[in-house]
């Protein structure tokens, strides 16, 4: 463990030992109690390798669940992918605020059925259908890498049964009505892109992140798409980017829709924004 933090600690990365404790973890198959107990635990000459390797991607700035290919989301893990972004904390943000009105939508119908736009491994939608049983979902997306990602994501965590996957280019192949559209949509502006951290902009697929010029595109393809797809008392919820909230007010208001509430994220900035037709409040 000592080796795999000096040698994390040497490239300057931002959590040098968490990382090293990662990848020693899932390379040795252990948990941190397991290394607590038995620190002087041996390992054996291909853990030793693939440690090594894992190590080195790691210095040259590949994110450490990249390298593990999995990462937990609302206490439930998620596998990666390249066409896939990876589940971050803030967009537990975007769940807290949602699950209460599934609730209240599933106690008016006796069921509720959602859309996931540009799913990616399903994780918004798969952790809201974990929690809510009479809830089906929808994860679309444009990727055919990133739906089956998502099917497999589904799967392990057991609510494949209520869980279809849709490829479309937004709403171009989109039927029926939903209680519910979800979506953490592209929303970082093109020219923002180089200056983000390498370990995104080298392995985050750029498609997940490029919002346009002023990062609104698809937050403008929401507001004017999502009322024919929405139930007359539905909702639509969406996560958004620092210093976004006003604009993407803006746009849904002009579309027809009232903001119901917004949550923070981790870090005290507003995150997530969830709407209703203005006439049916």
């Known amino acids: 463990m000592q080796i795999a933090r000096l040698r994390l600690r040497e490239a300057c990365l931002d959590t040098p030992d968490l990382d090293a404790r990662l990848l020693v973890e899932w390379v040795t ?7 607590i107990a038995s620190p002087e635990q041996r390992v054996d000459i291909e853990q030793v390798a693939r440690l090594h390797a894992a190590l080195e991607r790691r210095a ?12 937990e ?10 066409q896939t972004l990876e589940p971050r904390p803030d967009t537990e943000a975007l769940v807290d605020l949602v699950a209460p009105h599934v609730q209240a939508l599933i106690d008016r119908h006796g069921c509720a059925d959602m859309l996931d736009m540009g799913t990616g491994t399903g994780a918004i939608v798969i ?3 974990h929690r809510f049983a009479k809830l089906c979902g929808v994860g679309l997306d444009i990727s055919e890498d990133a739906l089956a990602t998502a099917r497999i994501n589904a799967e392990t965590n ?7 996957a849709l490829k479309s280019d937004w709403f171009a192949n989109v039927s029926g009505r939903f209680h519910l559209i979800v979506s953490n949509p592209p929303y970082i502006p093109q020219e923002e892109i180089k200056g983000l951290a390498r370990e995104v902009r080298e392995h985050d697929p750029i498609a997940a992140l490029d919002g346009g010029i002023d990062g609104l595109d698809f937050y403008r393809a929401l507001a004017q798409g999502a009322a024919q797809y929405l139930y007359r008392d539905g909702m639509i919820a969406v996560e958004i980017g620092a210093g976004q909230f006003d604009d993407v007010l803006a746009l849904f208001e ?4 009232s903001l119901v509430d917004a949550a923070s994220d981790l870090g005290g900035h507003r995150r997530a924004m969830i709407f209703a037709f203005a006439q049916a409040l």
């Open 60 to 71: 040259s700035g590949e994110p450490v669940h990249r390298i593990i290919g999995m990462r």
């Open 254 to 257: 002009s579309a027809g829709f």
């Open 73 to 82: 989301f609302y206490g439930l893990p998620f596998r990666l992918s390249s």
């Open 29 to 35: 198959g252990t948990t941190r109690l397991d290394l």
């Open 158 to 164: 057991a609510v494949s049964n209520r869980f279809a």
């Open 127 to 129: 952790a809201l259908l």
